[in-house]
């Protein structure tokens, strides 16, 4: 039996402790729920600390857990706070010991400071975008998305967008079924693709009744195993089709196509996860109408294909 995943999750004096709680509450256990992981939050001085929500917290562990965790989060940072060597050096040798480290937020500073992504992309929230450049000409800062998977870096933008971060996570490691109950267990929605925008600057309508593009998504969501057409589908909420996407993009940031191509990526992810259909009876299933059609998104869009997909999870979940 393969052991579970150790998670690091660093605390500092005076840090939000929403930052702190959100890896603990998505990846640690909850109530009626045993975890995938051990999460272990850890401090550079360990003992009693302040939050900046006006009470304190214990933190029993000290760096020396990074030593030997499989992920190292960062969930936050402070833009002008200097990190010291001893923390650098601890996140370094995780890094280069092959741990993936996760910068949520302005988490994303830390991850800056020690190197470990210079020359590559990072995401930060998008107040904090231009100072993190500012800091660290040699990254790519990106504020237009939710988060950025490097495969041994992740970072993510703030609050919403750090559970998003963490529940692709658990994608990863366990699949799509099982990010889907986390999600379920902590009410939020199970799925939000890294590439959508952090803000929109459209208000969802007070009535959820009146939200024309969740009715849109509904509908096509029942019909994934079958070709929808942007004409039928602006239709189905009598729209046209100009107007269908406008909105659709003012609404999500993203094009209708592209959302809908995701939605086809994590019904064939779904099935090849948990089920022994073929292939071609997945790509049918999910809206690909051939084998080919699905192979070529797979390979586009999360770099593999869907029968090395489907052993490489059969493969980790054995082992588990």
């Known amino acids: 039996m393969r052991p579970m995943r150790t998670v690091a999750v660093l605390a500092y004096d005076g840090m939000s402790p929403f930052h702190l709680s959100v890896p603990c509450l998505v990846l640690g256990e909850r109530r009626g729920r045993t975890s995938q992981y051990d999460v272990l939050v850890c401090a550079e001085t360990p003992g009693s600390m302040r939050t900046n929500a006006g009470f304190g917290i214990s933190v029993d562990h000290g760096l020396e857990v990074m030593e030997r965790a499989d992920v190292v989060v960062l969930p936050s940072w402070e833009p002008g706070r200097q990190a010291s060597d001893v923390l650098l050096d601890a996140v370094r040798r995780a890094h280069a010991r092959g741990a993936t480290v996760v910068g949520l937020c302005i988490g994303a500073f830390l991850v800056a400071e020690s190197g470990i992504a210079a020359g590559r992309e990072v995401v930060t929230h998008w107040r904090w975008a231009d100072e993190l450049r500012v800091q660290h000409p040699e990254l790519a800062v990106r504020a237009d998305v939710l988060w950025s998977d490097l495969g041994d870096v992740i970072t993510s933008a703030g609050t919403a967008a ?159």
């Not at 939200?211 to 057409?229: F, G, H, N, T, Y």
């Open 162 to 320: 750090s559970l998003d971060c963490c529940l692709h996570l658990v994608r990863v490691h366990h699949g799509v079924e099982e990010a889907e109950k986390v999600a379920r267990d902590i009410v939020v929605a199970p799925h939000r693709s890294g590439s959508q925008a952090q803000y929109i600057p459209v208000p969802v309508p007070p009535d959820p009744s009146d939200d024309v593009i969740e009715k849109a998504m509904v509908w096509a969501r029942a019909r994934l195993d079958q070709p929808v057409s942007l004409d039928e589908w602006a239709g189905a909420v009598a729209l046209s089709r100009r107007t269908f996407t406008r909105q659709f993009r003012a609404r999500t940031g993203s094009s209708g196509q592209a959302w809908l191509l995701r939605q086809r990526l994590d019904r064939a992810r779904l099935l090849l996860e948990t089920t022994d259909l073929p292939v071609e009876r997945v790509a049918a299933s999910s809206g690909f109408g051939s084998s080919d059609a699905l192979r070529h998104h797979f390979h586009a869009l999360l770099g593999t294909t869907p029968q090395r997909h489907r052993q490489e999870f059969y493969s980790s979940t054995s082992r588990m």
